[in-house]
């Protein structure tokens, strides 16, 4: 993880996975809490919240969705699935 791989300092919504690689880079020491708070024009309280968030019982099992492809397999014109 690099600085060039943060997300965009405009960005307008921040995304869970966002907000993750921000705190991320800060405990890594990729970039300094106060840099990240400078650049992303949040204050520190916001920043601890994030990892108040993220570091949460339960938070990955429960933001870790995998997809499933619900639909029918397709059986050709006419035909259905019995």
């Known amino acids: ?12 919504r921040w995304t869970i996975w966002r907000k993750i690689e921000v705190v991320a880079a800060v405990h890594n020491g990729v970039i300094g809490l106060d840099e990240a708070c400078e650049r992303y024009r949040m204050s520190v ?30 059986r050709g014109p006419g035909k259905r699935e019995k």
């Open 1 to 12: 993880m690099t600085v060039k791989n943060l997300p965009s300092t405009n960005s307008i």
């Open 45 to 74: 309280e916001e920043f601890r919240n994030w990892e108040q968030l993220i570091d949460k019982p339960g938070f990955q099992g429960s933001q870790i969705i995998q997809l499933q492809d619900y639909r029918q397999p397709f």
